[in-house]
């Protein structure tokens, strides 16, 4: 969607003077409408919970950055989600190397 720059920076929209070039005011438009774009794509794409912390958040790099440390966690967290997966991991490859006599002499 070509979004990606309005997610990452924080740019703002100033308006323009009456006398400005077709191009640059073919640019302030394109600029303009991806920050909106964005904006309404992450309020599309998250829940009604999350909807409701992020919707009063004014810019797309503001909603984004929210939502990055909010749901990705620090290095601890996920160093915790990584061992929680292996963990699984490994209690799913015991389950399978099981064989049906164990489950039947219980």
Request: no cysteine; aromatic share 10%.
């Amino acid at each position: 969607m070509d979004l990606w720059e309005a997610m990452e920076k924080d740019y703002e929209i100033i308006s323009l003077p009456n006398n400005m070039m077709m191009a640059r005011i073919k640019h302030h438009k394109e600029s303009k409408t991806k920050k909106s774009k964005a904006k309404a794509y992450l309020f599309v794409v998250v829940s009604s919970t999350i909807f409701t912390h992020i919707m009063s958040l004014r810019s797309t790099k503001v909603i984004w950055d929210y939502l990055k440390m909010e749901y990705e966690g620090d290095e601890r967290i996920r160093g915790m989600q990584v061992l929680n997966l292996i963990r699984d991991f490994e209690l799913q490859k015991m389950k399978e190397t099981r064989s049906i006599k164990e489950y039947s002499d219980r």
